[in-house]
């Protein structure tokens, strides 16, 4: 005989994914137990902080009066960074502040308003609890394990982030390729308001992203973020797994080499480390979305591998909101029909897929095998800085027009002609 | 800013150190057959693995920024490794 459950639906993990489904559900008037394992929420999770926002203000149009968000973002950074230079693209447009189209986010602070929500809403908030694994019977998720407790749910939605131990419990994922995953390591940067404002040249609360390319990981593919939060910095580096571990390299030590790097260290001038973290990022686009439905549950966000890294940004906070959203309303019809099994909620998935976001998924599909060509950290890079240190350093040889030194560059640099259109087809066709 | 080490950058971080389940547990002997002990070493940036002078693996799991990563690069079977229990283990005040 099976036992009443508990709630109509149980979410594990109180990240972005599950508060925005959790709040969905339970504004909808369902019973929603959402379980947290860090003893608060948001204690356990980390991003490099840019959330675009758009998505998640459809969940809470009031979202940027009253969440805890640091600056919005209006400038953009793309550096591409060599041993001895560095060329920077600097983007700058007053159409990025109205209206707000990213913030500056830190977890710490932002997931436990975003819980706070889901209570208010009615949700129960179990947090300190680790979940151990979901509960089956005849081969449907019936809910979830705790140590000795038992939580039973219509509804199960795994929303516990990367390393989702709960869709592998489920027999959803399997052990992950390693090129499906990057290793992020993040230090927040204490810096007086006034020094960060000045430094980054900023007024009142907006803020800048720095995306950088090139050696800042050591060879490693992947690369280097600096984001302004009101009065500290958060800096990192994000770097492919399978590279990482065939290069050899040490992971502290290249986040080292980050820091200390002459282009990024002044940035840092004066300032303190609080805090040191790191996290796995789902890398692998549409490649890696497994099955996100079974009987009885549904995956969510990073447990789902719903990430978009192009290079130029890491997308997986507002890809979280976009399937809670789709979740949640998936779920919702599925407990009106009183038919949650697999076909009952099959609905997620087309939902999902049709959104934006999954529909940026595909667009983005060939991204991850585009951001594996070796080029594309050092070699254009340098190509560029050498480029222009002939226009710039007046060495007291006769000048050439510009286009006489790029060939002569190109020639000396081990980028082909040849590699450089394809790079160029590719990269117009996979970003 | 001043360079920072590893253990400096930890010292910011609090912790709920579980002092009775660690979290982590390597085959020793498996680890040393697969050889996967270096990567392990590499890998993690909070400097949780070591080579201990009789050549196994030393771990200090209280360090450990539960990213997974080290779980990742293993050989199947190597690490034991889950979460630590509920409220336990690092916790960040940033993120
Ligand atoms: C270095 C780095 C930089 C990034 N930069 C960006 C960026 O700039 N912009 C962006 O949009 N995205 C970025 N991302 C990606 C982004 O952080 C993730 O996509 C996002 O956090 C996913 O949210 P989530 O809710 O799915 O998972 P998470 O935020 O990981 O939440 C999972 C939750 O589940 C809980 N949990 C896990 N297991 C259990 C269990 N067994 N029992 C109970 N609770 C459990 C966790 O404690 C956590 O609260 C970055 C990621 C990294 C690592
Ligand atoms: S989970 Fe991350 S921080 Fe912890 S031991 Fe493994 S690699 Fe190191």
Redesign the interface.
Same mark, same amino acid.
């Given at each position: 005989m099976t036992a009443e459950p508990d709630f109509d639906v149980v979410v594990v993990g109180a990240g972005i994914a599950g508060c925005v489904t959790a709040y969905r559900l339970a504004q909808a008037g369902r019973s929603v137990a959402l379980v947290e394992?860090?003893?608060?929420p =948001? &204690?356990?999770?980390?991003?490099g902080g840019v959330l675009y926002s758009r998505g998640l203000e459809e969940v809470f149009p009031d979202l940027l009066e009253r969440a805890p968000i640091e600056r919005r973002i209006t400038r953009n950074y793309l550096q591409l960074l060599n041993a001895e230079s560095a060329v920077g693209i600097d983007y700058q447009d007053r159409r990025l502040a109205e209206p707000v189209n990213a913030v500056t986010v830190?977890?710490?602070?932002?997931?436990p308003w975003l819980a706070e929500q889901c209570e208010e809403a009615g949700a129960d908030l179990l &947090?300190?609890?680790?979940v151990d694994g979901v509960l089956r019977e005849d081969g449907r998720v019936v809910g979830v394990r705790?140590g000795e407790d038992e939580l039973r749910a219509h509804v199960v939605v795994a929303a516990d982030g990367?390393?989702s131990?709960l869709a592998r419990s489920a027999g959803l994922r399997g052990?992950?390729p390693?090129h499906h995953?990057a290793?992020?390591?993040k230090?927040?940067?204490a810096l007086p308001e006034e020094r960060l404002r000045e430094r980054f040249h900023l007024t009142g609360d907006e803020g800048v992203a720095y995306a950088v390319v090139g050696d800042c990981t050591r060879g490693v593919g992947g690369g280097g973020f600096l984001y302004t939060n009101r009065a500290?910095l958060s800096v990192g580096v994000v770097l492919r797994?399978d590279d990482?571990?065939a290069k050899?390299?040490?992971?502290?030590a290249v986040?080292?080499h980050f820091?200390?790097h002459p282009f990024v260290?002044p940035l840092?001038?004066? =300032?303190?480390?609080?805090?040191?973290?790191?996290?796995?990022v789902a890398e692998g686009g549409l490649a890696m979305l497994g099955e996100v439905v079974t009987d009885g549950m549904v995956v969510v966000g990073d447990a789902a591998g719903l990430t978009i890294n192009t290079g130029l940004t890491v997308r997986g906070m507002d890809l979280a909101v976009a399937s809670g959203v789709a979740a949640a309303s998936a779920v919702g019809r599925a407990l009106d029909a009183g038919d949650t099994s697999r076909d009952g909620l099959a609905g997620y998935r087309r939902e999902l897929l049709g959104s934006t976001a999954g529909r940026d998924l595909q667009t983005y599909a060939k991204a991850p095998a585009f951001l594996e060509r070796e080029r594309m950290y050092h070699d254009y890079g340098a190509l560029l800085g050498d480029v222009l240190h002939r226009v710039y350093d007046h060495d007291l040889t006769p000048r050439r027009h510009l286009l006489d030194v790029a060939r002569a560059e190109l020639r000396r640099s081990p980028v082909r002609v040849r590699d450089l259109v394809r790079d160029g087809l590719a990269g117009v066709r996979a970003l | 800013m001043r360079t920072t080490s590893v253990p400096d950058r930890l010292a910011a971080n609090s912790y709920v150190t579980d002092e009775e389940q660690p979290h982590i547990r390597v085959d020793q002997e498996l680890a040393r057959r697969t050889g996967c002990g270096d990567r392990l070493i590499a890998v993690c940036p909070a400097k949780v693995y070591s080579r201990e002078a009789d050549g196994t693996i030393g771990v200090e799991h209280a360090a450990c920024l539960e990213c997974g990563a080290c779980l990742a690069v293993a050989d199947p079977g190597v690490l034991e490794w889950t979460y630590p229990r509920g409220g336990f283990g690092v916790a960040f005040r940033e993120g």
């Open positions: 394992r860090g003893a608060a =948001g &204690s356990k999770n980390l991003s830190l977890r710490a602070r932002f997931d &947090s300190g609890v680790r705790a990367v390393n131990f052990r992950e390693l995953l290793l992020g390591v230090a927040v940067v500290s797994l990482l571990v050899g390299e040490d992971s502290a986040f080292d820091l200390a260290a840092l001038e004066g =300032g303190e480390v609080v805090e040191y973290g790191s996290h796995l | -």
